[in-house]
């Protein structure tokens, strides 16, 4: 991992329960010492940047200065973006991450509009990035092209269609038969009830650790990276293939 867990019991189960984490709602400029509101912001701060959808913990400042938190301010000025994206959803992937969440995945599904944020990474930031996403194996790094992106916060483009991404090859976890949606993000046309992190966290201890007490498994799944493994292996016995017909893997 390129950034450090917690060491305390309490700080990592909030930390595994609390994902995806708090945003601003709003578009923001992130330093490690600061978070701003973007409008209105210098159209050169875009400049020599990729936007990278943010559809999970990257979406919050808190994850982003556990990542960039050791960064200068000005090597860690980041914009992000908030943004809508058409025709996905928001759903949980089918692993376990290693601080103990179930990390989210886009599926496609025609009709939905959810929200999710953009980070505008230059080149020294998209690297690192590379690191805290790609070595677990669990994620591919590519482009998603061809669909309908809504900007907000002073972007010079109001809309895209294309934004880099990082997708789980680990598809969706459906126990049901259907992605579990993610609760705390809004959106339209969603086809099913979303869900917390804590709920999801209770189905995967009943599937593969039935009595166990909640953190107790969390804990398991965090601190013995071989119990976690075989879960997650387990968990391809209840997930959907990946869905996104317009992601083309660059990196993973």
């Keep these: 991992m390129a950034w450090v867990l917690p060491k305390s019991d309490d700080e990592l189960l909030a930390l595994a329960k609390g994902y995806p984490y708090e945003t601003p709602g709003f578009s923001y400029l992130f330093s490690s010492e600061t978070v701003q509101p973007l409008n209105g912001a210098d159209q050169t701060l875009f400049r ?25 301010p000005q090597e860690s000025l980041m914009p992000v973006t908030r943004a809508w994206l058409m025709d996905y959803d928001v759903v949980y992937s089918a692993h376990i991450t290693q601080y103990g969440a179930i990390a989210t995945n886009l599926h496609y599904a ?22 805290t996403e790609l070595p677990s194996e669990n994620y591919r790094y590519g482009c998603l092209a061809d669909v309908r992106i809504e900007v907000e916060g002073g972007v010079p483009e109001a809309e895209l269609n294309t934004a880099m ?25 969603r086809a099913h009830p979303p869900k917390g992190q804590e709920e999801v966290l209770i189905a995967v201890r009943d599937l593969y650790q039935p009595g166990e007490a909640l953190d107790d498994h969390i804990l398991q799944t965090i601190r013995n990276p071989e119990l976690r493994k075989q879960i997650v292996d387990q ?7 990946p869905q996104a017909p317009h992601f083309e893997v660059l990196k993973s």
């Design 165 to 189: 991404v990082y997708l789980s090859n680990r598809g969706c976890f459906a126990p049901d038969g259907h992605p579990v949606a993610a609760a705390g993000l809004p959106g339209d046309g």
């Design 110 to 131: 025609p009709g939905h509009r959810i929200e999710l944020y953009l980070n505008w990474l230059d080149e020294k930031q998209l690297e690192f990035m590379h690191l």
């Design 48 to 72: 020599g940047r990729k936007p990278v959808i943010a559809h999970g913990s990257n979406r919050s400042p808190a994850q982003l200065s556990r990542k960039f938190g050791n960064w200068s």
């Design 235 to 241: 968990m391809k016995n209840c997930a959907l293939p």
